[in-house]
């Protein structure tokens, strides 16, 4: 079973750019026809879809945040990115990858999560 | 977008107990798109079920999925310890792709 492992800065300035990666173990990124996702906790509250990619290239985000995000693979590196922009406190949460099934449907391998928080 | 709804918010029940957790959508959702999470504290979450009622790799048949349409079910027949946690519903709508979470039910020790 893979492995997923998020990293990046656990604190943000408002109004910057969040850029988290998620470092693949234990198979391809690039094989397997997986959508590889990110998805975020508020503390205490529940999951929100962020977007996930399927190795093909083709990308799917969710319209609240369509107009802040992007995410990549980087398949020599066997990583996956989040850039969110213009970040603000109601940002602040844990992100996590995942690994969805071949049609997106469910997410079966999840990482640990970073916890970023969005302050001055 | 679909709205998942889930109820109660905390269920507070004794170990051997059977826990029923439900989840109402907005909107009619297909049995095949349905998926139960657990999160333990501190834990990233785990499939549980997926296709409303099949259990995920490892899962003990204690848990099971059913319902169709707006309402589903996540049964735990006889509760152990370590199920105490938050169980998150999932559904995949298509064209354009959007997945969205109900909000989580409690699962506590009373």
């Known amino acids: ?120 | 977008e679909i709205v998942l709804t889930q109820s109660p918010g905390t269920l507070s029940l004794s170990p051997g107990e059977r826990a029923t957790l439900s989840c109402r959508a907005s909107q009619s959702v297909s049995s095949n798109y349905l998926a139960w999470y657990q999160q333990k504290p501190g834990q990233a979450p785990s499939l549980l079920i997926y296709g409303t009622s099949s259990r995920a790799a490892g899962i003990p048949d204690r848990f099971s999925g059913s319902g169709s349409g707006t309402d589903f079910t996540l049964t735990i027949s006889r509760l152990e310890p370590e199920d105490f946690a938050v169980y998150f519903c999932q559904q995949y709508g298509s064209s354009p792709p959007l997945v969205t979470f109900g909000g989580g039910t409690k699962v506590e020790i009373k």
């Open chain 1, 1 to 120: 079973q893979v492995q997923l492992q998020e990293s990046g800065p656990g604190l943000v300035k408002p109004s910057q750019t969040l850029s988290l990666t998620c470092t693949v173990s234990g198979g391809s990124i690039s094989s397997g026809g997986y959508y590889w996702t990110w998805i975020r906790q508020h503390p205490g509250k529940g999951l929100e879809w962020i977007a996930y990619i399927h190795h093909s290239g083709s990308t799917y985000y969710n319209p609240s945040l369509m107009s802040r995000v992007s995410i990549s693979v980087d398949t020599s590196k066997n990583q996956l990115s989040l850039n969110l922009g213009s970040v603000s406190a109601a940002d602040t949460a844990v992100y996590y990858c995942a690994k969805g099934d071949t049609f997106g449907i469910r997410f079966d391998s999840w990482g640990r999560g970073t916890l970023v928080t969005v302050s001055s």
